[in-house]
């Protein structure tokens, strides 16, 4: 059976099983018969470098670059992507032509029960500086420690005694089918922007492709990114800032973004919202972004690089 597209996925666990729903979803909307989709295993630099945060190394292109080369060199037709990954600038020639439908944005807490569980300076681990900077924020005694790897090596860490505790976003523990950790809610930790969708991009000028992605475009996840990755351009956000947001998709149909800057200890911090009708997604996140600069302390505006 010759395929009908090559998918270009990291070979992490999860990437691989974001990767299958993407091709179970392109095979059911088009009626194509299961395995008509095949995957094309890329082993990233982020993936090869474990043992330094990603700032230090070149940034989140480091989870995008490889297989941008594979689908702009024609060897794979799209790829598949976790969002929070993919830089908020891309190449011109590549467009993210769906979304598939957002799951749950919250992050889990591993190895206690809440933070004001966690005792008197436990040892965190985590690589995100936005979970540093909201989690030193609500406890500045405990110590916060890089940890990176695949979900299993970070659990492993926790078992094994070297942290007493992380956050893994809840997405990615479901799609696995692991159910450890306690959920922290958006109201103490708003998510990264992009957290729990998963992104599938093509080259622009590959219309067919473009076409066959439609089909699988979940709207309402569209708009709220959107407005997300808005914001992160707008403030100049990058793996080096603890930025969050999140867009939720209202009653009447609104757009409802939610945003907050930190300092890296957490102890400078800014938060706001707005409101946007369909089709001001991209508007209304810039307009955020220039509005919690205006309003930031100093030792948060110091992080970040708006256009």
Known sequence: MTPRLLVGTRSSPLALAQARTAAA?????????????L??????????????????????ALWTKELDQFLLGGTTQLSVHSCKDVESERP???????????AD???????????????????????????TAQLLRRRPDLQVSIMR??????????????????????AGLDRLGIEEGQAIEIDEFLPAPGQA????????????????????????????V?????????????CHSPVAALGLIEGDDSLWLRAEL?????AAHVAGDVRAAPGEEEEAGLALAAELLGRAPAEVRLLFNPA
């Open 25 to 37: 979803a392109l095979e059911a909307a088009h009626g194509w018969e299961a395995g008509s989709v």
């Open 39 to 60: 995957l094309h295993e890329v082993r990233t630099t982020g993936d090869e470098v474990q043992d330094r945060a990603l700032a230090e190394i070149g940034g989140k």
């Open 92 to 102: 011109d020639n590549l467009c993210i032509a769906a979304f598939l439908p957002r």
């Open 105 to 131: 944005v919250r992050d889990r807490l591993i190895g206690a029960t809440s933070i004001d569980a966690l005792s008197q300076g436990a040892k965190v681990g985590t690589s995100s500086p936005r979970r």
């Open 149 to 170: 790897g695949n979900v299993a090596t970070r659990l492993n860490h926790i078992a094994s005694g070297n942290y007493e505790a992380t956050f893994l976003a809840a």
């Open 197 to 224: 969708a998963i992104a599938i991009e093509c080259r622009k000028d590959d219309a067919e492709t473009r076409a066959l992605l439609r089909a699988i475009d979940d709207g309402p996840t569209r708009r709220a």
């Open 226 to 238: 959107t407005a997300e990755r808005a914001f992160c351009r707008g403030v100049g956000g990058s």
């Open 262 to 266: 930190l300092s890296s200890d957490g």
